[in-house]
């Protein structure tokens, strides 16, 4: 059973994460929108979020939108911001 601490390489930030963080690392504490395609290997992903999520909400998951560059960028910002104050 995968657990909050377990940790892999995050593409977008580049560093080590843990599960916990991807699975709420959003602005609203929603999923990274990458979390599907990286932890596949580890656990079966797709069914612990579709037993966790609406419906809706796991739809959105397994097929987001493309990301915006900028925004993405402005969030990772924000995010680096935030860890540095606190």
């Known amino acids: 059973m995968i657990m909050d601490d377990s940790q892999r390489r ?3 930030l580049g560093s080590m994460v843990t599960f916990g963080y991807c699975r709420a690392c959003e602005s609203d504490q929603r999923p990274c ?3 599907l ?3 596949w290997e580890q656990f079966d992903v797709v ?7 609406s419906p809706e909400d796991f739809a959105r998951l397994a ?3 493309p990301p915006n560059k900028v925004a993405s960028l402005l969030d990772l910002i924000r995010q680096a911001q935030e860890r540095c104050k606190g």
């Open 10 to 12: 995050c593409p977008r």
């Open 63 to 65: 097929c987001p939108p």
């Open 37 to 39: 395609d990286c932890w």
């Open 33 to 35: 929108f990458k979390v």
């Open 47 to 53: 069914d612990y979020f579709r037993r966790r999520l």
